[in-house]
């Protein structure tokens, strides 16, 4: 007909949590309700169908280079942000969508699929709640993440992921501690990739549980040789979510002759967000073997004092966003003194980290962190520099 199609990609989002937090009923019934207003916000020559799970899709017919205000995904949008009302609750969801185009039909059905696909990636990448319309240069970024892919699956095939260490202040004493294992990538033609990029696309590749045990037995075999240290180890969400896990690194330590009682499984609050019963199994699997959990990023999100009280963590760290403020926020000394308080009161230490000056440093100390970490102290070096520096007289 001369006019231009147009395919919308649905995901909900929050229809997970909905699922475990009252049941697949609710969800169907949530389904159901999507739907009429799904219907409701269609045009009238536009087709909609239930792909599976909570995704759908809708094809929209337009007039050429037609310009709808709002558009049928501002529309949908705004449809459900209104609350649902399902067997007496009250429940807020809302939908990322993926749009592309066949101007005068000539972009056959299965790339027009496969467009609005990524461009439903990209929408929930970029933070949920938005519509987003594929553009060329998704293809150009998703052949750069391919290859981005295959480069770090070849590097971990052959143990190419490094390991620096940030060591970890005693606020009292000025004594190292400890010391954090962050890993680092280095690709052959020398460019570093960083850890916010590599370790997502480990997560979406399904390789995370390979990079995280590689960076844990390279990080225990050089502690080892640290007997008065601890180690932390920064652990992904997905991890937990492994069966063996807990036989896994309780495998390394032993493989390393490493006490792992010195171990500090460092965990975010995303854990107890998205899978809360399984994370606790996970935890008090690792507590059983000696290894100590600690809860990383502490207010940078949604976590709270329950979740220190009701997990049982060795210690806190406090995010280094909430030291930040310190230089330019003036209540932002309240907050951290507050934040330290509870938790000391439930008996568990704090840690502060990003620390960069000395002015941050005197006040962290007095809101009652008893360990510091950031650049003021060390920047992260090597196994030999740690070994040189910290342990030259052991």
């Given at each position: 007909?001369?006019?231009?199609?147009?395919?919308?990609?649905?995901?909900?989002?929050?229809?997970?949590?909905?699922?475990?937090?009252?049941?697949?009923?609710?969800?169907?019934?949530?389904?159901?309700?999507?739907?009429?207003?799904?219907?409701?916000?269609?045009?009238?020559?536009?087709?909609?169908?239930?792909?599976?799970?909570?995704?759908?899709?809708?094809?929209?017919?337009?007039?050429?280079?037609?310009?709808?205000?709002?558009?049928?995904?501002?529309?949908?949008?705004?449809?459900?942000?209104?609350?649902?009302?399902?067997?007496?609750?009250?429940?807020?969801?809302?939908?990322?969508?993926?749009?592309?185009?066949?101007?005068?039909?000539?972009?056959?059905?299965?790339?027009?699929?496969?467009?609005?696909?990524?461009?439903?990636?990209?929408?929930?990448?970029?933070?949920?709640?938005?519509?987003?319309?594929?553009?060329?240069?998704?293809?150009?970024?998703?052949?750069?993440?391919?290859?981005?892919?295959?480069?770090?699956?070849?590097?971990?095939?052959?143990?190419?992921i490094s390991v620096m260490f940030q060591p970890l202040?005693?606020?009292?004493?000025?004594?190292?501690?400890?010391?954090?294992?962050?890993?680092?990538?280095?690709?052959?033609?020398?460019?570093?990739?960083?850890?916010?990029?590599?370790?997502?696309?480990?997560?979406?590749?399904?390789?995370?549980?390979?990079?995280?045990?590689?960076?844990?037995?390279?990080?225990?075999?050089?502690?080892?040789?640290?007997?008065?240290?601890?180690?932390?180890?920064?652990?992904?969400?997905?991890?937990?979510?492994?069966?063996?896990?807990?036989?896994?690194?309780?495998?390394?330590?032993?493989?390393?002759?490493?006490?792992?009682?010195?171990?500090?499984?460092?965990?975010?609050?995303?854990?107890?967000?998205s899978n809360p019963e399984q994370a606790r199994r996970?935890?008090?699997?690792?507590?059983?073997?000696?290894?100590?959990?600690?809860?990383?990023?502490?207010?940078?999100?949604?976590?709270?004092?329950?979740?220190?009280?009701?997990?049982?963590?060795?210690?806190?760290?406090?995010?280094?966003?909430?030291?930040?403020?310190?230089?330019?926020?003036?209540?932002?000394?309240?907050?951290?003194?507050?934040?330290?308080?509870?938790?000391?009161?439930?008996?568990?230490?704090?840690?502060?980290?990003?620390?960069?000056?000395?002015?941050?440093?005197?006040?962290?100390?007095?809101?009652?962190?008893?360990?510091?970490?950031?650049?003021?102290?060390?920047?992260?070096?090597?196994?030999?520099?740690?070994?040189?520096?910290?342990?030259?007289?052991?």
């Open positions: 007909s001369g006019k231009q199609v147009k395919l919308h990609f649905i995901d909900l989002d929050g229809f997970k949590a909905v699922n475990d937090a009252w049941g697949h009923a609710v969800g169907d019934a949530l389904i159901v309700a999507v739907a009429h207003r799904l219907r409701d916000a269609l045009p009238n020559d536009a087709f909609a169908a239930r792909l599976g799970g909570d995704e759908f899709a809708v094809v929209t017919v337009d007039e050429p280079d037609a310009e709808l205000v709002p558009s049928f995904g501002g529309r949908l949008q705004d449809a459900l942000a209104s609350l649902f009302e399902i067997d007496g609750r009250s429940i807020e969801i809302g939908c990322s969508i993926g749009v592309a185009v066949s101007e005068h039909g000539v972009v056959q059905t299965s790339e027009l699929m496969r467009r609005a696909d990524i461009a439903l990636y990209r929408a929930k990448d970029l933070g949920r709640g938005i519509t987003i319309d594929f553009d060329d240069s998704f293809d150009v970024d998703a052949l750069q993440q391919a290859e981005l892919e295959n480069e770090l699956r070849a590097t971990l095939l052959t143990g190419g202040i005693d606020a009292r004493s000025g004594a190292v501690t400890g010391v954090e294992a962050l890993a680092r990538w280095r690709k052959e033609d020398g460019v570093a990739i960083p850890p916010d990029i590599f370790i997502p696309l480990a997560e979406r590749a399904g390789m995370i549980d390979l990079l995280g045990m590689q960076v844990l037995r390279t990080s225990l075999n050089a502690a080892a040789a640290w007997p008065s240290l601890s180690l932390g180890v920064n652990i992904s969400p997905l991890q937990l979510k492994n069966p063996r896990f807990v036989e896994q690194v309780e495998e390394a330590t032993k493989a390393a002759d490493f006490d792992p009682r010195r171990l500090i499984v460092e965990v975010t609050e995303s854990v107890l967000i996970a935890i008090d699997g690792l507590k059983k073997i000696g290894v100590k959990v600690a809860l990383d990023d502490f207010g940078s999100g949604y976590a709270s004092i329950g979740s220190l009280r009701r997990f049982g963590f060795d210690r806190m760290k406090v995010d280094r966003s909430l030291v930040a403020a310190l230089e330019v926020d003036q209540n932002a000394g309240a907050v951290l003194q507050a934040t330290v308080a509870l938790a000391n009161a439930l008996q568990i230490p704090v840690t502060a980290e990003g620390i960069e000056t000395e002015r941050q440093a005197t006040v962290v100390r007095l809101s009652g962190c008893d360990e510091l970490q950031g650049y003021l102290f060390s920047r992260p070096v090597s196994a030999d520099e740690v070994t040189a520096l910290y342990c030259g007289a052991e």
